[in-house]
Each structure stands twice: as C-alpha cells, then as structure tokens.
C-alpha cells in the first residue's frame, strides 16, 4: 500500500527536515517506556529533548498529561513499580503531552498500536474511554477540550473497536476487505468480517 500524511506520499526513510514538520504521537502494544527513566522523564521525553521549555514548565506539563489520563502522584516512579493499565496511560500522556505555547509539540495525529493488549476487562474499558476523551472536542479527564483531532487504532479487541473508534477498516491478508461506521460492523455481510 501508500502511506499519505498531510497530502503528501511517504515512501522509505523520512528525513530529519521531513520529519521536523511532522507532528504524530505513538503509543506501543508494549508502552515503550524507558525502564531507567522516572514516569516524568518518560512523559516530558520530548520536550526535554526537543525544546527549549524550562525544567519547571516541563513538570507542569507532565503532571497536567498525567491528570488527563486519571493519573496523579506517579512522576517519580519507574516503570518497574506501575501496573499494565498504568503503563498504557503513561504511554497515552508521553503521545499527547504538549507546550500550549509552543503549538509544534502538539501531535496531529496519534497512532496506537494494540492499546488494550495483555489488559484485564476493567483497564481495557479505562484505556478505551481515554482514547475517546482525548480526542473529543467536548471534555476530556480534566475538563479542557480535547486537543487531537485525528487517530488511528491497530486492534482486534471487539469492545475497542466498539468504545474507541467511530470508522474503522478491516484488514485481511494485507488488504481491506471492509470498511464502514463502527455501528455498521454488526450488519456487514462480508464473510471475513462476520466470521
């Protein structure tokens, strides 16, 4: 296939200079956070190493990113001392972190990869509904609106598809075989989606 951001085709290797403009937030099956790093320090990654934010501003940041994904008091642990669901949520403040005054920190777009895998029912409804809220333009956790606008989720957990996404593509074998509203799923009649 092609892979198109921001009109343009995307082939390869992208450049450093390509890459400066481009504003996307990740979050990882596996979180992908640094093990030797503190949850801020992962969290405030990017500002840390990209901008010229103070150290206090960053801090600040963190905690508000923290807040937004219902977590509070955690900056200064590891990873080693966090729970999966916690994990997830750390991973979801490090994508959507940003420096209001400095608007090209804020991503565009956020990518997750699998962000309910190895999560019990209960954090997984925690994580979906995170997905959700940071992307509304209504309230999120700490009741500012929601910056993202658009995101993409690879899953193939029913109750995400059901509670995170509103559109979604259905692969198989490397091709799509359906795609609709997220309420058309249930009365699709493609044999690969019903089964």
């Known amino acids: 296939g092609e892979v198109y951001f921001c009109g343009k085709k995307r082939q390869g290797l992208i450049s450093d200079e390509e890459i400066s403009g481009l504003r996307i937030g990740l979050v990882f099956q596996s979180a992908a956070l640094f093990d ?3 949850v801020r320090e992962n969290v405030g990654f990017i500002l840390y190493e990209h901008s010229n934010v103070s150290h206090e501003r960053i801090a600040k940041l963190v905690t508000d990113s923290l807040e937004a994904v219902g977590l509070k008091g955690v ?5 080693s001392e966090l ?3 916690m994990k997830k949520r750390v991973a979801l403040a490090r994508a959507i972190i940003s420096d209001d005054s400095h608007n090209a920190t804020e991503p ?7 962000p309910t895998a190895g999560l019990d029912p209960i954090a997984s ?5 995170l997905i959700r809220s940071v992307h509304m333009k209504g309230s999120d956790a700490v009741g500012k ?3 993202i606008a658009s995101y993409i989720v690879v899953t193939h957990q029913h109750s995400t598809i ?3 996404v509103d559109r979604l593509l259905f692969l198989h074998e490397g091709q799509v075989v ?3 509203m997220t309420h058309e799923f249930d009365t699709s009649i493609n044999p690969i989606v019903r089964q």
């Open 125 to 129: 409804t925690v994580v979906e509904d």
């Open 178 to 180: 359906w795609q609709g």
């Open 83 to 85: 729970s999966g669901g």
């Open 162 to 164: 059901r509670r995170a």
């Open 108 to 114: 565009e777009v956020v990518m997750y990869d699998e």
């Open 145 to 147: 609106p929601g910056k």
């Open 36 to 38: 030797s790093l503190t």
């Open 75 to 79: 900056e200064d642990r590891l990873p």
